[in-house]
């Protein structure tokens, strides 16, 4: 009885985590609007000498490293003032490891790139 | 209504106070008493759903016209018009290592025949001609050189005020002169918000703004005197301005006007205050009379439009709905994120009567507004009366830049207007940096 209870309860707790993931799917596309769009904007298309455009990004299809380290660390990942555009980035270091891998893979496989896909095991080596 | 009233009692005083030929008497008399009875014709601008011309992509209000005065110039950031009849633009990247341009019409068709670069090894935003000289500024020097007969400039240029930190975000110093012996220097504040961290989501506002101090204001110096260091040597003359790209005298009213961008991402910072509607439009693009001594506010207090007041910013403590009594009232709030960034005021009176004392302001147009399209890629006129007052409701001047509407990301506007400047014969000169770079000429040719 106490254990069918129990069961139901984490069975409830179940469905319930289940909807709100149905709400809000933790897929790269939605984290990258989330958090990125505002700035890169929803295509990708940047902002001419402000934000850097997402299309066929040298850094996108670099190792994976590079585009990690950017959302991690932002434009001090190379240097603020060194990119050529007038905006910096702030990190997203308050991301987990897999919403960051979720959004490299967004950035790497989206946009006229084919860097390829992120996982969250790629990131954490490169935490500081 | 008063200006017609003084209009005639001076016309009238020149009457008595003469002793004129009695057909001129009555000629005069005559003009008295039409400029008397005939209202001004209305101020209405052109319509947001006007066609652009097919030649030149832009819209314009009836009775004006436009050509393309130069094509594939560079990156065109602001403009000046000398009396030697020469068109300068100063240019955001180098094109072939230089960073600014000359443009001349010699048979007056609207349309520049000859260019010649200069600058260089320089990039820069400002442009000007003061007292026999062209001023320009790259991002950490205001410089200047006797202006030629035509053409570029020769030598190397004086440096008149120099030692502003090398920024990247609000880094470019535009300029302006008043009727005194004065430069004025835009000193852009390289933050959002003035928040600790820099655009981080839940970062605190500092405060006092260490920032005020070096930035975010407008520096004054002599434009004739070499060498000026902006901390030394700079006078502060206004602050609270988060970037003034948009800055101009009107010799009308004598005195400075400042258009300031507003901060970014109120939604992304603030969810739980502002929705994206809500973040698209605010907060305003501030237009201020700015005097000695003015305080616009930032980055304690914003101006909401819709409201018509001054709140307080959610880094210090601001919810949305909280006044602040931080920061003098604009003389206008124009929607969010439309980018002030150049403004002109007219010295000659080739243009029509309701168009001659206002300001000009360009927007270059918005990024901040995603989700929702973006705007504001025009030309408006704002109209001023002889004390530099606001008479009446702004109108858009110039439109139709950007390209087909909506505009959803910042990339797919085909032009984004920028610089403006009078020429000696008062037709209107536009510039924009995107698609290659532009200049076009719009001249006034009645109905």
Redesign the interface.
């Known amino acids: 009885m106490k254990a069918n209870k129990l069961l139901g309860a984490v069975l409830m707790g179940a469905a319930f985590s289940a909807s709100v993931a149905a709400l809000e799917p933790q897929t790269g596309k939605a984290l990258y609007e989330a958090n990125c769009a505002v700035c890169h904007q929803f295509d990708g298309g940047g902002v001419p000498f402000m934000q850097p455009e997402l299309f066929g990004s040298k850094r996108a299809n670099a190792p994976k490293g590079a585009v990690i380290d950017i959302i991690l660390f932002g434009s001090a990942a190379e240097g603020a003032g060194q990119s050529g555009f007038t905006n910096e980035m702030p990190g997203f270091d308050f991301l987990t490891n897999k919403e960051i891998a979720l959004i490299a893979t967004y950035v790497r496989t989206n946009f006229e790139n084919n860097g390829g896909a992120v996982v969250a095991d790629d990131v954490q080596p490169r935490r500081k | 209504m008063n200006s017609k009233i003084f209009g005639v009692s001076v016309l009238t005083l020149v009457l008595v106070g003469c002793s004129a030929p009695e057909e001129a008497q009555e000629a005069a008399h005559q003009e008295a008493t039409e400029e008397a009875t005939v209202a001004p014709a209305p101020l209405v601008g052109v319509a947001d759903d006007a066609a652009v011309d097919a030649v030149t992509g832009i819209s314009l209000p009836s009775g004006f016209k436009a050509t393309v005065f130069a094509d594939d110039i560079g990156?065109a950031r602001h403009l000046t018009a000398a009396s030697n009849g020469w068109v300068y633009a100063a240019l955001?990247?180098p094109k072939d290592g230089m960073g600014a341009v000359a443009l001349y019409d010699p048979d007056g068709d609207g349309v520049a025949d000859e260019r010649q670069y200069f600058a260089a090894g320089m990039q820069g935003t400002g442009m000007g001609v003061y007292d026999g000289h062209l001023y320009y500024s790259t991002d950490t020097e205001v410089m200047r050189w006797p202006l030629p007969e035509g053409g570029a400039p020769v030598g190397d240029a004086v440096v008149i005020a120099q030692g502003f930190n090398?920024?990247?975000?609000?880094?470019s110093k535009n300029i302006a002169f008043d009727g005194a012996g004065n430069l004025y220097v835009n000193v852009g504040a390289p933050s959002n918000a003035s928040m600790t961290?820099?655009?981080?989501k839940g970062s605190p506002g500092m405060r006092p703004c260490p920032i005020l101090e070096q930035y975010g204001g407008t520096w004054r110096f002599d434009a004739s005197k070499p060498g000026q260091d902006q901390m030394k040597d700079g006078y502060h003359y206004a602050t609270g301005i988060r970037n003034g790209m948009s800055m101009a005298w009107n010799t009308h009213a004598d005195s400075l006007y400042v258009a300031m961008h507003g901060r970014?991402?109120l939604a992304?910072f603030f969810p739980d205050m502002f929705t994206n509607e809500q973040s698209a439009e605010l907060p305003s693009e501030e237009f201020h009379k700015v005097s000695d001594g003015s305080d616009l506010g930032w980055p304690y207090s914003y101006f909401d439009h819709s409201k018509g007041t001054r709140m307080v910013m959610p880094e210090y403590g601001g919810d949305g709905n909280m006044v602040s009594d931080e920061g003098q009232m604009p003389l206008v709030g124009f929607p969010g994120h439309w980018a002030p960034n150049g403004m002109m005021f007219l010295k000659g009176d080739a243009m029509p009567a309701q168009y001659r004392k206002g300001a000009y302001i360009a927007f270059h147009g918005s990024?901040?507004r995603?989700?929702q399209p973006q705007q504001g890629y025009r030309v408006v006129y704002v109209p001023l009366d002889d004390a530099g007052n606001v008479s009446g409701d702004w109108v858009t001047f110039a439109n139709g830049f950007a390209g087909p509407d909506p505009v959803?990301?910042?990339?797919?506007a085909v032009h984004r207007p920028l610089g403006l400047a009078e020429g000696p014969d008062g037709a209107i000169y536009i510039g924009s940096?995107?698609s290659g770079g532009r200049v076009w000429k719009v001249t006034y040719e009645g109905e």
């Open positions: 990156s955001f990247r090398e920024e990247t975000q609000h880094a961290e820099m655009r981080t970014d991402q992304s990024w901040n995603a989700p959803m990301s910042p990339r797919d940096l995107a």
